[in-house]
C-alpha cells in the first residue's frame, strides 16, 4: 500500500514580465508504507521545492498529494497546519542548529509538536511522551533541561528527529539530516535514522546530495534535474545500471577510497535556464554527452528501463 502518491506536480514562480521559473515540472512517484525513497540531484534543481510541497508549506499550481487514501493537496498551506494530516507529516531539517529555537529546552522543543498538534497539556504525560521519544534517538535524559547552545552538533541532530517522531507521523522528510555533521557524527546518527524506521515502521523521503548516503539508507531513488525526475527506480538497481546519462555522471562522481574519484564523463555546456524552458527540448540538452539533435526537437517521457527502473532519455533501453 502507498502511504503517499504524487502525480504531476507542478509548481512555477513568476519572476517578472511574464517570465516563470520551473521549480517543480509535472512530478509523479509514490513511497509504500515502510518504505525509504532518496531524492537528489544538484542545487537548484527543485528538490527543496517537491519537498516543501510534500509538506504542505507550499501550495502547487497543479497536480495532486494523494497521502493515506487522501487527496492533502487542496488543503491551502496556510490551513495545513490545523488539519489532521499535519502530525503524521513530519521533518527533520539540514542544520540542526538553525531548526531549534534558541530558547527553547530540548524538552521544550520535544513537547512543542505534542502541545500544538497532539492537544496534549498534562506535563506528566508530556514528560512521559518526551522522555521516550529522547531514549528511542539516544538522547540523555540528564540533558533535556538544556538549550541548543548547550549541547554538541549530534544531541542537537537527535532532538530533531526526537521532535519528529515525538507524534509517531507515518512519513518522515530528512532534508539533507546529516550534512552539516561531522563525518564521525553522519554514521551514528544514520544507523539511529534506520532503526527508527524499522521499530516505527514510519516511511521516508530522503532528500541528499550523498549518493553513498542514499545507497545506505533507501530501497528506491530518485534522480531530479531541473525540476523533472529523469530517472527513478531500485537503489542497487540503478546503482548497478543507470540508463540516464545525468545519473551516470552522479554515480561516477562519487569518490572512492583512498580519496579518487571515478572517471567522470565528459558534461560538456551549462545547465539550461528553467525559466520558461522550451517543452520541447530534454532538460539535459546542452550538457549530454550522447545528446543528438532529437534531443533538441522532443523532450523525452519518463518510461520503464526494467520492470522497476524508469528513465527519461531516448537512448535508454525499453521494456522487453
Known amino acids: 500500500m502507498n502511504?503517499?502518491?504524487?502525480?504531476?506536480?507542478?509548481?512555477?514562480?513568476?519572476?517578472?514580465?511574464?517570465?516563470?521559473?520551473?521549480?517543480?515540472?509535472?512530478?509523479?512517484?509514490?513511497?509504500s508504507e515502510g518504505q525509504s525513497v532518496g531524492l537528489v540531484g544538484e542545487s537548484g534543481c527543485g528538490k527543496s521545492t517537491l519537498v516543501r510541497l510534500i509538506t504542505r508549506m507550499l501550495d502547487a499550481d497543479s497536480g495532486d498529494l494523494i497521502f493515506n487514501g487522501r487527496n492533502i493537496g487542496f488543503i491551502p498551506s496556510r490551513h495545513f497546519a490545523q488539519s489532521a494530516f499535519?502530525?503524521?507529516i513530519q521533518m527533520v531539517f539540514q542544520d540542526p542548529t538553525d531548526s531549534l529555537n534558541p530558547r527553547h529546552t530540548a524538552f521544550d522543543t520535544i513537547a512543542e509538536p505534542l502541545r500544538l498538534l497532539g492537544g496534549l497539556t498534562n506535563h506528566q504525560a508530556l514528560q512521559l511522551k518526551v522522555e521516550q521519544a529522547a531514549q528511542q534517538t539516544g538522547f540523555a535524559l540528564e540533558l533535556l533541561s538544556r538549550y541548543p547552545h548547550q549541547l554538541s552538533g549530534g544531541q542537537k541532530a537527535r532532538v530533531g528527529i526526537a521532535r519528529a517522531i515525538v507524534l509517531r507521523p507515518r512519513l518522515l522528510v530528512l532534508d539533507e539530516p546529516t550534512a552539516a555533521l561531522d563525518v564521525s557524527v553522519q554514521v551514528t546518527i544514520l544507523q539511529l535514522l534506520a532503526e527508527?524506521?524499522?521499530?516505527?515502521g514510519m516511511s521516508y523521503l530522503f532528500v541528499s546530495h550523498d549518493l553513498n548516503v542514499v545507497r545506505m539508507l533507501c530501497e528506491r531513488v530518485m534522480v531530479m534535474y531541473l525540476g523533472r525526475i529523469v530517472e527513478q527506480g531500485p537503489t542497487e538497481e540503478i546503482f548497478r545500471a543507470p540508463a540516464h546519462p545525468y545519473t551516470a555522471a552522479l554515480i561516477q562522481s562519487i569518490p572512492m577510497l583512498g580519496g579518487h574519484s571515478n572517471q567522470r564523463p565528459d558534461l560538456i555546456g551549462e545547465p539550461r535556464s528553467p525559466i520558461n524552458p522550451d517543452p520541447k527540448v530534454c532538460r539535459f540538452f546542452g550538457r549530454c554527452p550522447k545528446q543528438i539533435d532529437r534531443c533538441r526537437t522532443e523532450a523525452p517521457l519518463l518510461r520503464r528501463?526494467?520492470?522497476?527502473?524508469?528513465?527519461a532519455c531516448h537512448f535508454a533501453p525499453t521494456v522487453g
Open 86 to 88: 499535519r502530525a503524521k
Open 305 to 311: 528501463v526494467t520492470a522497476e527502473q524508469m528513465a
Open 3 to 31: 502511504i503517499l502518491e504524487v502525480d504531476q506536480l507542478r509548481k512555477t514562480f513568476p519572476v517578472g514580465r511574464g517570465a516563470l521559473l520551473h521549480a517543480v515540472d509535472d512530478v509523479s512517484f509514490t513511497i
Open 196 to 200: 527508527l524506521r524499522a521499530s516505527l
